[in-house]
T-cell receptor, first 115, second 108 residues
Framework: DSGVTQTPKHLITATGQRVTLRCSPR?????VYWYQQSLDQGLQFLIQ???????AKGNILERFSAQQFPDLHSELNLSSLELGDSALYFC??????????????FGPGTRLTVL | AQRVTQPEKLLSVFKGAPVELKCNYS??????LFWYVQYSRQRLQLLLR??SRESIKGFTADLNKGETSFHLKKPFAQEEDSAMYYC??????????FGKGITLSVRP
């Protein structure tokens, strides 16, 4: 068990709604990463936070936002949801500042279904 | 831009057969490459990384900069190797770029 936890495991909502996904990193890890996994796009990096500050952005839509709190947990907010946002959202954490050799440990994911 | 290509979606072999999962990458800098594995109903986990140069569960992967490849190999597949395998490249800030993944099915 990598120690990264994500809640909820499953989320079903309707188009136009807003949801919040939560991630708690491994103890001691300062970096948190969010990824989206969909059938057509595969696993895509969304955004990274390090010790509360945004460090890198990937293919994250403007309707999506994230933050990392002082206790290092992170939340991914998805708003104005569309059918195409249905996917598995993973959180990962690593210990360091973002060196390319950092090992990322993944959570179990949150499966979002937009109806 | 960094890109990872896994050309095959599925590889099905019999137990004891050799396995090679292909991965090619495109990256302007010095790449850090990883293989991640996802067993059924489990989370994504690191299998191995090229800088470690180690063998995990009998798997090895060699970085070939000339061919820009990082193929995953195992001489004798086991049924418990059946899983989804992702090749990934780490760029600035450890942002991982993943390939589309390949399903390895090892039949008894």
């Amino acid at each position: 068990d990598s120690g990264v936890t994500q809640t909820p495991k499953h989320l079903i909502t309707a188009t136009g709604q807003r949801v919040t996904l939560r991630c708690s990193p491994r103890s001691g890890d300062l970096s948190v990463y969010w990824y989206q996994q969909s059938l057509d796009q595969g696993l895509q990096f969304l955004i990274q936070y390090y010790n509360g500050e945004e460090r890198a952005k990937g293919n994250i839509l403007e309707r999506f936002s994230a933050q990392q709190f002082p206790d290092l947990h992170s939340e991914l907010n998805l708003s104005s949801l569309e059918l195409g946002d249905s996917a598995l959202y993973f959180c990962a954490s690593s210990v360091a500042t973002g060196h390319s050799t950092d090992t990322q440990y993944f959570g179990p994911g949150t499966r979002l279904t937009v109806l | 831009a960094q890109r990872v290509t896994q050309p095959e979606k599925l590889l099905s072999v019999f137990k004891g057969a050799p396995v090679e999962l292909k991965c090619n990458y495109s990256y302007s800098g010095s790449p850090e490459l990883f293989w991640y594995v996802q067993y059924s109903r489990q989370r994504l986990q690191l299998l191995l990384r090229h800088i470690s140069r180690e063998s995990i569960k009998g798997f090895t992967a060699d970085l070939n900069k000339g061919e820009t490849s990082f193929h995953l190999k195992k001489p004798f597949a086991q049924e418990e190797d059946s899983a989804m395998y992702y090749c990934a490249l780490s760029g600035p800030n450890s942002k991982l770029t993943f390939g589309k993944g390949i399903t390895l099915s090892v039949r008894p």
